[in-house]
């Protein structure tokens, strides 16, 4: 499912966005020793996230400890570019950064639409991490939306002996789906139900079971089953089924997942994300994924955030799980067009995009112009008879269309998972292996 787009009023909305004040950054050195700095508990920062187009603040909420650190004790300083936010642990004595990853939200999008030129909001937000030893900093960092440069916009200091930090019990059944690996060398996903009732259990669990034998059938994830975990987590709702607003349907569900999202009806998502912690908490996870009891079309994902997508059966059930995935993993972008679009608050042409399958050639030196034949003219071009050609015969080069725009932005190839649902592209198998390659160490 596409990321939600507003049309129209987007020039508009660019050239009133103020730029928000620069704090200084903190320098990020190498991965620190993880024994040093780190208990091997995860510990979980929730806070609000509120503004409108122009401006945005993060408001503490609470700090929680919850199970094992899931993630890596090696890699602590996330090496790539991606995503419209990140944030870093600072250790409060030597000032030094211990851990840095980066993520985008549901609230980033929301900034792109209409009724955020005219209205203020606030949705919740969480952030995991290992936790330190000794007290330390804890700084959030967005991009600027006009020069697309991170700045520093949230510091608070955390004393980890201060009573007020609780601990997160879940009491939810933990179910495996397939074990590959132990949980700090593999990629740990986590399924979560949504409008699933207590009777309808054994229904989610062959949904798990087939987003499973769905990631397995793609390269490169076929590929590193012995360093990929999937669990599910049983947690059933009130009601059956998903909330459809835009047809006055209202299902009371646990994880309160809605089509209708930002006004766009197959864009299926939840504002809840602290609600989505608290349930996942129940297994060791790095990459949440929900499931949501309907028949209906739709889904979404967000880079370090979460991917949702419909447990039934709708035709492309499978391909529409690993699309989103694509981009609730490592941020993929997506490579489709739509006819007629010329402007996206997403893609701004004069700007290169972080994701890794897209490029508008303002700075290509780190994308995938190593893996394009020196013959292969660039731009690349384009014949809608590629559509129909079996993938390993596709060329790989810089076609023009992809990121919902038809001009000024360039994709790798004519068909990928994150175009027509079909196998990822070279550069997109690439790209996961590079992520899982530091996320697995
Ligand atoms: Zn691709």
């Known amino acids: ?17 103020s730029t928000v004040k620069t704090a200084k950054q903190t320098a990020v050195d190498s991965n620190p020793l993880f ?15 509120a503004g409108d187009c122009n401006s945005e603040n993060y408001y503490f909420d609470r700090v929680m400890r919850e199970g094992e650190w899931a993630g890596s004790r090696i890699s602590l ?48 937000e969480s952030l995991l991490f290992p936790e330190p030893k000794k007290d330390f900093i804890i700084e959030i960092y ?39 690996g132990n949980i700090t060398n593999s990629l740990d996903i986590v399924l979560l139900s949504d409008g699933f009732t ?11 079971r087939m987003w499973c034998d769905a990631l397995f059938k793609y390269s490169p994830f076929n590929d590193s089953k012995n360093r990929i975990n999937i669990r599910a987590v049983w947690a059933p709702s009130k009601e059956s089924g998903i909330s459809e607003p835009g047809k006055g349907k209202w299902v009371e569900t646990i994880l309160d997942t809605r089509f209708y999202t930002f ?43 979460y991917g949702l997508g419909s447990a039934g059966e709708t035709g492309y059930t499978g391909e529409v799980y690993i699309h989103e995935f694509g981009h609730s993993l490592m941020g993929l972008g997506d490579e489709y067009v739509e006819k007629g679009n010329t402007v996206s608050a997403f893609y701004p042409t004069d700007k290169e995009p972080w994701e890794a ?68 592209c070279p550069v997109c198998q690439e790209a996961i292996k590079r992520y899982l390659d530091y996320i697995c160490k």
């Open 35 to 49: 024994d040093e700095y780190f208990t091997g508990t995860t510990m979980r920062f929730d806070f609000h996230h």
């Open 142 to 180: 967005a991009r600027n939306k006009k020069s697309r440069e991170i700045e520093k916009r949230f510091s608070q200091t955390i004393s980890v002996s201060d009573y007020n930090i609780r601990t997160n019990r879940p009491c939810h059944e933990c179910t495996n789906i397939h074990i590959g």
């Open 263 to 305: 006004g766009s009806e197959r864009y299926q998502m939840t504002e809840e994300f602290q609600k989505v912690r608290d349930i996942a908490a129940a297994a060791p996870y790095e990459s949440i994924f929900i499931l949501t009891n309907t028949d209906k079309y739709g889904g979404g994902g967000i880079y370090n955030f």
């Open 357 to 424: 399958n897209l490029t508008t050639f303002v700075n290509f030196n780190g994308k995938w112009e190593n893996m394009i034949d020196k013959k292969t003219a660039i731009p690349t071009p384009f014949d809608e008879k590629m559509l129909k050609q079996p993938q390993e015969e596709l060329t790989v080069g810089a076609y023009e269309g992809g990121g919902y725009l038809e001009k000024g932005i360039y994709r790798p190839t004519p068909q990928c998972m994150m175009n027509q649902l079909r196998d990822f």
């Open 198 to 208: 207590a009777d309808e259990k054994e229904k989610f669990i062959s949904s798990c």
């Open 77 to 124: 300083i996330n090496p790539f570019d991606f995503g419209e936010q990140q944030f870093r642990i600072i250790d409060t004595e030597s000032k030094k950064v211990i851990y840095k990853n980066n993520y985008c939200t549901l609230f980033n999008e929301w900034q792109t639409t209409e009724e955020a030129t005219r209205t203020q909001r606030s949705m919740p």
């Open 1 to 17: 499912m596409k990321k939600y787009i507003f049309l129209a009023p987007l020039f508009l909305l660019f050239s009133s966005c």
